[in-house]
């Protein structure tokens, strides 16, 4: 007996191949949320990571991995032979220095070799100029600079400070400075300092020669 039921099993058709369209769709459309979801969450972790490495570098001072405080120089060249590491730099506090004697502002200078330099440069923004080579240059950040008084910085200005190489007694009144001109090799902003209303002291860079 010949049964009829094409128009039955082509409406069964369409309706299965829609149930079937309907559930790719859905698939398809978890599948991509998934993906963005997790896409997303490995974005704002490895972000929220870098941001917490800078801040801690800031923090430190330094993107160095591990510090050595006053070593000595058979110290520095077993470090420098150590094929372990990948460089080795040397950060030190040369003097101390005021504007106009203002000891309640103290300016700490400090030297940096190149490996050093370049190991922390890169937790400064906006650098104009580059990093004193001459005994009379000085580098400094926009927010010190201001501090001093200078407003609108420029590359050779002279800056008068009152130095004193005796760090310890840097309270004492019974030290004479020493009055020195340096020009400005360079400035750049530095966010640390940038985020505070009233720098109580400042960094400014000099060269060892």
Known sequence: MKVKNKK??????????????SRNIIAALAIFLAGFLITATCYVGVNAYVSYSTILM???GTTA???VNRPTNQQVELLR???DLAAVGIKITASMASKDGNKDFPITMTYFDENAWDMDKTLYDDIHGGYPAAEDEIMMSVAGLKALGIE???LGMEITLQCRNDI???ESDYIEDTERTFRLSGYY???EESTEENLTSATAFVSRS
Request: glycine share 0%.
């Open 152 to 154: 609108a910085p420029s």
């Open 58 to 60: 800031h923090w430190h």
């Open 168 to 170: 310890k007694k840097w």
């Open 8 to 21: 039955t099993i082509r409406r069964l058709s369409s309706r299965i191949l829609a149930a079937n369209k």
């Open 189 to 191: 902003t530095d966010s």
């Open 65 to 67: 991995d591990a510090v």
């Open 81 to 83: 032979d150590n094929d």
